[in-house]
């Protein structure tokens, strides 16, 4: 069989998953190519690549084409950082508002638009553009995510800067989740034990990044540079386990998307290739 194609997100908060394989500590089994969520989104489901860290949008809208894997995902207990709404007014007073949105996302701005109608009971309308945080910065309603959202958080007053993640947690009491590792169908079937190890590779990186902290910080720090103390307490808020609590909130994602129309069906959230707990 072929080595996989598979993807890697080009924001820092993959650099805990990730960090292993740039400093020689673990191999992976295949090739990496490195590109925004919503690139590797339409990578994978046009088969340019084979596995790939998606949004859990992307995910969630497509499981019959993409297979689930277990043990990792990007996600938050509570606070994210990198997932935020700039807006002078609370979100619950934006109905009929235009807000700026990066073309990078899926998850993040159907969360958003969920906390909208499902949460406050309003409606706004999103206009994508190249660079939301200009937007922001001129004074208008503005989506982020990754390391624009991390700029967002360092520019703006506090209470402007409104945490979807956060307001997640606020409503809902659950985790969320706004990234998980997937498979083509066709290439499990084809190399099952290829996408084992392939996972087996991903989770073993993992591992190194838990157990180097200061590498991960210094390989995010050479990434986009950040005040002292800044990485060590962004990674702490991350979550890196595709465990029960992420699990519960993947499905209530999966829920409110269904209720909202975003999705045409509520597809399964467990995962189809897994490794035993370690």
């Not at 807006?87 to 990078?104: F, H």
């Amino acid at each position: 069989m072929r080595p996989l194609r598979a993807g890697r997100i080009v924001y820092t908060n993959d650099i805990p998953v990730y960090a292993a394989f740039d400093a020689g500590a673990v191999s992976f089994p295949g090739s990496l190519l490195e590109a925004v969520p919503a690139e590797l989104n339409a990578m994978l489901l046009d088969g340019r690549l084979d596995l790939s860290p998606v949004s859990a949008f992307a995910y969630l809208a497509h499981a019959d084409r993409l297979a689930l894997l277990g043990r990792l995902c990007i996600g938050s207990r509570r606070d994210v950082w990198s997932v935020v709404l700039v807006s002078a007014e609370p979100p619950g007073a934006l109905d009929g508002a235009q807000i700026a949105v990066t073309r990078e996302s899926a998850s993040g701005r159907n969360l958003l638009r969920v906390l909208l109608e499902r949460r406050y009971g309003i409606s706004a309308r999103f206009v994508e553009v190249d660079d939301p945080l200009a937007d922001a910065l001129g004074g208008k309603p503005a989506f982020l995510i990754g390391d624009r959202a991390i700029d967002a958080q360092l520019a703006f007053a506090p209470p402007m800067v409104h945490d979807l993640g956060s307001l997640w947690h606020g409503w809902t009491g659950l985790d969320m989740v706004y990234a998980v590792w997937a498979v083509r169908r066709e290439v499990l079937r084809a190399d099952p034990a290829g996408v084992r190890a392939a996972l087996e590779s991903l989770v073993t990186a993992r591992a190194w990044g838990y157990a180097n902290p200061q590498a991960v910080i210094g390989a995010a720090q050479a990434h986009v540079s950040r005040p002292a103390g800044f990485y060590a307490a962004y990674f702490a808020t991350l979550n890196f386990e595709l465990d029960e609590r992420a699990l519960l909130g993947l499905g209530r994602f999966a829920d409110e998307l269904a209720a909202s129309g975003a999705i045409a069906v509520r597809p399964s959230v467990t995962p189809e290739v897994d490794l035993a707990a370690r």
